[in-house]
């Protein structure tokens, strides 16, 4: 249940942080702030639809990649700045505490693993 909470409470917070980035890159480099927030999100949308189409993540991956090519340049910096394991650290802390705050809830109402004081 607590994993449930986190995955779906937190990603959005999570992703948010991930197409911001994107933006402020994007404007660091002379886009425009709103026109680079548009774009990021259609892509988000787009892509999300194909994930719940049931693409597959790393298929998605693999077919917006070339051999040399600008999306593979991108991800290696993502891979070398650990991405995955920060991703994952960010999931096991949210994990971690929506299970404090389930503990903490049911000691309010007076139980703890569903028995009563």
Not at 22 to 35: I, S
Request: hydrophobic share 45%; with cysteine.
């Amino acid at each position: 249940m607590d994993l449930f909470t986190a995955l779906g409470g937190s990603t959005p917070a999570f992703l948010a942080i991930f197409v911001e980035s994107l933006v402020d890159a994007a404007v660091a480099m002379g886009f425009g702030r709103e026109d680079a927030r548009t774009v990021v999100a259609m892509v988000v949308r787009g892509t999300g639809g194909l994930l719940v189409g049931g693409e597959h993540p790393a298929l998605l991956k693999d077919r917006g990649t070339s051999p040399a090519g600008c999306t593979m340049g991108g991800i290696m910096v993502l891979e070398e700045g650990g991405v995955r394991g920060v991703v994952g650290r960010a999931l096991r802390e949210a994990v971690t505490v929506a299970g404090e705050m389930g503990v903490q809830g049911l000691r309010r109402v007076g139980g703890v693993n569903g028995m009563r004081k």
